[in-house]
């Protein structure tokens, strides 16, 4: 283990290839950081980490994630809020020479500025389902589901009736932010051909958010969650054992014969045995 920077609703600790970042909870951490918990960043994966002076007699400590190298901020596409920033963090003012200290160890150490060929950080852990203003939107590491609700979904999806989209046909996801004026999530096809209504509540790969509906902390890390998965398929799979017990497992979830808290507990057990 290395330095410990401690800020505003987080610490960041430099081990020997990473960098470990660890949300605290509390009535003003953002929603998002308190889903995230904690999250390792392979050197590998960042690019650049600056330290800058901030507002109120405060330093900021920033690091920045090589394109292509985190499935969060792919899919997140600059539209997190300064704020909420996982890769941002502020420290009193008389932390900077630590925060200066930390920049000097790192430099040398880091990946380089060209995009990443494949994920090197791990998506954060999902909802099992997302609540959006007019679906209910699951993702059992297989595929992607729709189920429309009666009162929200546009006369398109509930007479299209329900969908279910294997991740061999997803190529990418597309989440714009429930805090803009068009939010929502939407599956792109693999093959690069949009089938579906541009409109978003008219395309039965997309749900809607609205006030109460697809929250940041829950909808960004699902999505992130579901690019992860994708991005997983485009090269030889290193275990097949494992993907093959999960595959079995959210069969059983999805045949009612495990509850959401069971089928979590076991996915994350052979989760872990990757």
Not at 1 to 23: K, P, Q
Not at 97 to 120: I, K, N, T, W, Y
Not at 257 to 264: G, K, M, Q, R, S
């Amino acid at each position: 283990m290395g330095d410990v920077l401690a800020g505003n609703h987080a610490v960041w600790e430099l081990d020997s290839d990473a960098v470990i970042i660890r949300f605290t909870r509390g009535l003003r951490t953002p929603r998002l950081w308190h889903a995230l918990g904690e999250r390792h960043i392979p050197l590998e994966a960042l690019s650049e980490v600056t330290v800058t002076g901030g507002k109120r007699d405060t330093a900021v400590l920033r690091a920045v994630p090589r394109p292509g190298a985190d499935p969060l901020m792919e899919v997140a596409a600059g539209q997190l809020k300064e704020a909420c920033d996982p890769y941002r963090l502020v420290l009193p003012g008389d932390r900077a020479p630590q925060a200066a200290s930390l920049v000097d160890a790192l430099r040398g150490r880091l990946g380089p500025a060209e995009p990443a060929e494949r994920f090197l950080v791990r998506a954060p852990e999902p909802p099992i389902h997302l609540k959006a203003y007019d679906a209910r939107v699951g993702f059992d590491g297989s595929a992607v589901t729709f189920q429309w609700s009666r009162t929200g979904a546009s006369g398109t999806k509930w007479k299209a009736g329900d969908q279910r989209y294997p991740l061999a046909e997803i190529g990418g996801v597309e989440w714009r932010s429930p805090d803009g004026p068009d939010g929502h999530l939407r599956l792109l096809p693999r093959d690069g051909v949009a089938a579906g209504d541009a409109r978003p509540d008219h395309d039965l790969a997309a749900a809607v958010f609205g006030i109460g509906y697809g929250a940041v902390h829950e909808s960004l890390p699902f999505a992130a969650s579901v690019l992860a998965a994708v991005g997983g398929r485009a090269g030889s799979d290193p275990h097949p054992q494992v993907d093959e017990r999960l595959r079995h497992l959210s069969e059983l979830h999805g045949a009612g014969l495990l509850t959401d808290a069971e089928y979590a507990a076991l996915r994350d057990r052979f989760a872990a045995d990757a």
